[in-house]
């Protein structure tokens, strides 16, 4: 079974501080991707990566970046948490032949104070 | 621009009734779609899927519907159960292109 490992469940951080969610895969997936979910916006797309230190901007990458220096880990950075940020961040990866079954992670709930 | 939308931010639905979940899009050229549900504090989890080229895909008590002309495409569970109460998120994807998600829905299923 494929799984998708977010370290981190639940974080409390203070209004600027550097915030670091991490993401780890086991089944050697080429394509991993962030999502925040809120309610009633759904799912968005922050930043995904279809490669070792590749990276594309999503739907609202506004105050993130990311690092993929392994293939199997993927890393969201908040470079000054902001109390819009308060949301829960899903990890999911995919392969490149079958990109359309994703697999997510289970989730890491994010409170900026 | 909401590409992907469910209009519909919550259904509650008696247990062994039938569960009905909309969802539309606008991009004609998304030409596979997806469902999944989520439970509170756990990560989304595939259900069932759809390509174009299909107007119904059936899974046990599930069945997605694709109507392509008018954009639209229904998610049915029947016997709904309890164990059904979830958010469930549409998604759809242009050939390679990323997935894009609706807002979701929540179903609730009453005893």
């Known amino acids: 079974d494929v799984k998708v490992t977010q370290s981190s469940r639940y974080l409390v951080k203070r209004t600027g501080e550097k915030v670091f969610l991490e993401c780890v895969q086991d089944?050697?997936?080429?394509?991993m991707f962030w999502y925040r979910q809120d309610p009633g916006l759904g799912l968005r797309l922050i930043y995904f990566?279809?490669?070792?230190?590749?990276?594309e901007k999503g739907d609202i990458p506004e105050g993130y970046s990311v690092s993929r220096e392994k293939k199997e880990r993927f890393s969201l950075i908040l470079e000054s948490a902001s109390t819009n940020q308060t949301s829960m961040y899903l990890c999911?990866?995919?392969?490149?032949?079958?990109?359309?079954?994703?697999?997510f992670g289970e989730g890491s709930w994010l409170t900026v104070v | 621009d909401q590409q992907v939308k469910q209009n519909s931010p919550s259904l509650s639905v008696q247990e062994g009734r039938i569960s009905i979940l909309n969802c539309d899009y606008t991009?004609?050229?998304?030409?596979?779609f997806l469902w999944y549900k989520k439970y509170p504090a756990e990560g989304p989890t595939f259900l069932i899927s759809?390509?174009?080229?299909?107007d119904k895909n059936e899974d046990g008590r599930f069945t997605v519907f694709l109507n392509k002309s008018a954009k639209h495409l229904s998610l049915h569970i029947v016997p709904s159960q309890p164990g059904d109460s979830a958010v469930y998120f549409c998604?759809?994807?242009?050939?390679?292109?990323?997935?894009?998600f609706g807002t979701g829905t929540r179903l609730q299923v009453f005893p």
């Open positions: 759809i390509s174009s080229i299909k």
């Open positions: 089944m050697d997936h080429e394509n």
């Open positions: 998604a759809a994807s242009a050939s390679t292109d990323k997935l894009i």
């Open positions: 990566s279809y490669d070792v230190k590749m990276k």
């Open positions: 999911a990866s995919t392969s490149r032949i079958e990109l359309n079954t994703i697999y």
């Open positions: 991009n004609s050229m998304f030409d596979y």
